[in-house]
């Protein structure tokens, strides 16, 4: 079965500071996985996937396939930055997502 | 551009009460279509996901059902609701890739 940990509910850093979100996963294939972000009174939408290997936001995830991790990084945190990010991965197809179950990132200034 | 509309936005049923929750995509054609819910304290739960009309398929046994009478429409229902139904329901749409796009969502409190 796959599955999708993130071990921090809650993670409060300063501003300025790096941030380092974990996201570890199970799955016996080759997934797909994203970063999805939720803003205060926003809906929930993609951040990043691990394909695109690209920088949203100063945020990147590498996909570690030998420690089955998708850490998110940003190395200078923003007060805008405070929402809750949920890591999420997908077997591919029309499947549905499986998600972690999120951590409340705040950025205090 | 693809919109996604969910309603209504937040809603109060009595336990035993019948649900329907609808949502919408627009600016796309055969998209496949998913509804999640988020209890409290708890992440993101597939229930249904759709491929094309009248095609559910359903993730986990539970009170509710899923239809799809036009292929930019999905319903999820339910003909008596349980306490344990309340939560945030969210639809999603995607295009064939795994990239997945959400609504609003609906607040269900059952009381």
């Known amino acids: 079965a796959q599955r999708v940990t993130q071990p921090e509910k809650l993670l409060s850093v300063f501003k300025g500071a790096p941030v380092e979100l974990k996201c570890n996963y199970s799955y016996s294939g080759s997934p797909e996985l994203f970063w999805y972000v939720q803003y205060s009174r926003q809906r929930l939408q993609l951040l990043l996937r691990?394909?695109s290997r690209e920088s949203i936001k100063g945020f990147t995830a590498d996909l570690n396939k030998g420690e089955t991790s998708f850490h998110l990084k940003k190395p200078f945190a923003q007060e805008e930055d405070s929402a809750m990010y949920y890591c999420a991965l997908s077997g591919g197809g029309a499947d549905g997502l499986t998600f972690g179950k999120g951590t409340h990132l705040i950025i205090q200034p | 551009s693809q919109t996604i509309h969910q309603w209504p936005a937040t809603l109060v049923q009595p336990v035993g009460s019948p649900l329907s929750l609808e949502c919408t995509v627009e600016?796309?054609?055969?998209?496949?279509l998913y509804w999640y819910r988020q209890a409290a304290g708890r992440g993101l739960q597939l229930l249904f996901y759709s491929v094309g009309i009248g095609q559910i398929s359903s993730e986990v046994p539970q009170n509710l059902s899923a239809s799809r009478p036009q292929d930019r429409q999905f319903i999820l229902s339910s003909k008596k609701l349980l306490l344990s139904d309340s939560g945030f329901y969210l639809c999603?749409?995607?295009?064939?890739?795994?990239?997945?796009?959400f609504g609003p969502g609906t607040r269900l409190l059952v009381l």
């Open positions: 691990h394909i």
């Open positions: 600016g796309t054609s055969n998209p496949n």
């Open positions: 999603a749409w995607s295009g064939g890739a795994a990239s997945q796009y």
